[in-house]
């Protein structure tokens, strides 16, 4: 099996698991309310981080001073 073939496989089989554990959480309401608390805790922590990080530094290599002596 070429390399290509096995990476397509293993992205279907990974997207299958995928779309089965998402069945699974969304159609039972005790798994559904904690997931749904996990996803709020990622938006709401991880995202924000993220993008001022890559505010940060698009700043940087904009070539101004910086954020923090300005």
Do not use: C, H, K, Y
């Amino acid at each position: 099996m070429r390399e290509q073939t096995a990476t397509n496989v293993a992205n279907v089989i990974l997207l299958a698991a995928a779309g089965a554990a998402t069945w699974l959480i969304l159609g039972d309401p005790r798994l559904r309310r904690p997931a749904l608390g996990l996803l709020r805790t990622f938006l709401a922590g991880t995202v924000p981080a993220f993008l001022l990080r890559e505010l940060r530094t698009a700043w940087e290599a904009s070539g101004e001073r910086s954020m923090m002596t300005a």
